[in-house]
């Protein structure tokens, strides 16, 4: 199923850093293109100083679970593809009915919509549902099985796996076109959540006790959004774009944030089982006295004692897709949460 049409494009997600990113590039690449951001509501819309310069991009009140009343605006009659970014991202195995209601049920109805539409959708989903292993020699590029043996004890990345496969699915039955991108760790400035920089904002703050034997992916977040214009404009787009960044040892990642910030990187470093020990004990004292956790949640330890990475066949090529130097993209991190962050203003 491919659409012609120029219509506005529909944005879930859009208040997030991802969505951000997505309509600012937008805005800079394709100005002819009106943007539809689904917001939870217009006043969420609203407070967002980045918003007010975005004068291609209209607003919906809906959300992609619940009522499906939207859905039937008359504003998405002429849409011609749909950014699926919408996801609860929440790293832990307590309350995750919602984290599977919106990753997977949400994605599905995204489906079904576009196939209303007939129109494509471009699905960002996570390096992690392959990108996950033992030694940091592998790396997973788009045919690669999914990494559920390992990944499948951690609710956010099951709910991804499960939500790609139901996608896939469905998309065949009602002949959508569907593709899916998947980066990894997205950093970058303008997380005006502080949530996908939030490890960046423990180091700044001195927050971080320990660091753990591990690896971790990232990749700058003003190269990924583009990555996903792309996606969406290609005319022969393929099912599966992995975006390629930088893969490191969390030492090695520390220690660049050293580099570009001045504070000094935490020197302890614990062997994986100890820090799954600690951090469950705190776990388990948090839920004894119903406060929060001193420690990560023990699922972030289980994650960070493992490597990820991802190789590209097709996203330089087709999607123009090239990831900046990594001290540059932490550097313009750091400064961005120095400028902004309330507890980081100088």
């Not at 006043?43 to 619940?66: I, M, Y």
């Not at 309350?95 to 129109?119: I, W």
Request: a positive charge; proline letters at 5%.
């Amino acid at each position: 199923m491919k659409s012609t049409r120029q219509g506005p494009v529909l944005v879930t997600g859009a208040t997030g850093f991802l969505g951000r990113h997505l309509l600012e590039a937008l805005a800079k690449t394709r100005p002819q293109t009106r943007a539809i951001a689904l917001v939870k509501t217009e006043n969420e819309w609203r407070k967002q100083d980045w918003s007010a310069p975005l004068r291609h991009v209209s607003t919906l009140e809906g959300r992609v679970t619940g009522s499906d009343a939207w859905t039937k605006d008359e504003n998405l009659e002429e849409l011609s593809g749909i950014y699926h970014l919408a996801a609860i991202v929440r790293h832990s195995r307590r309350s995750t009915e919602d984290v599977y209601e919106t990753n997977v049920e949400g994605t599905l109805r995204m489906v079904r919509l576009a196939a209303e539409r007939r129109c494509r959708m471009v699905y960002v989903s996570t390096s992690g549902t392959v990108g996950c292993f033992k030694t940091q020699a592998e790396a997973a590029d788009e045919d690669a099985p999914y990494a559920e043996a390992t990944v499948g004890q951690w609710p956010y990345y099951d709910s991804k796996i499960k939500a790609e496969r139901a996608a896939r699915a469905l998309a065949s039955e009602l002949g959508v076109e569907l593709v899916i991108v998947r980066p990894p760790v997205m950093l970058g400035p303008g997380d005006h959540r502080y949530r996908s920089t939030g490890n960046v904002i423990r180091f700044l703050r001195k927050r971080l006790p320990f660091l753990i034997q591990g690896g971790i992916n990232f990749t700058d977040i003003r190269d990924a959004a583009p990555a996903l214009i792309a996606a969406m404009a290609h005319p022969g787009a393929r099912p599966v774009y992995h975006l390629e960044g930088t893969s490191c040892s969390i030492d090695a990642f520390f220690q660049m944030c050293e580099e570009v910030s001045g504070v000094e990187a935490p020197k302890r470093k614990l062997p994986h089982g100890i820090a799954w020990a600690l951090a469950s004990a705190s776990e388990r004292a948090a839920h004894a006295t119903k406060t929060h956790p001193v420690l990560p949640d023990p699922v972030v330890v289980e994650m960070a004692g493992r490597w990820w990475g991802l190789r590209s066949r097709y996203s330089a090529d087709e999607l123009g897709y090239a990831a900046r130097a990594p001290r540059q993209t932490l550097a313009d991190t750091v400064h961005w949460l120095r400028e902004n962050h309330p507890q980081l203003k100088a």
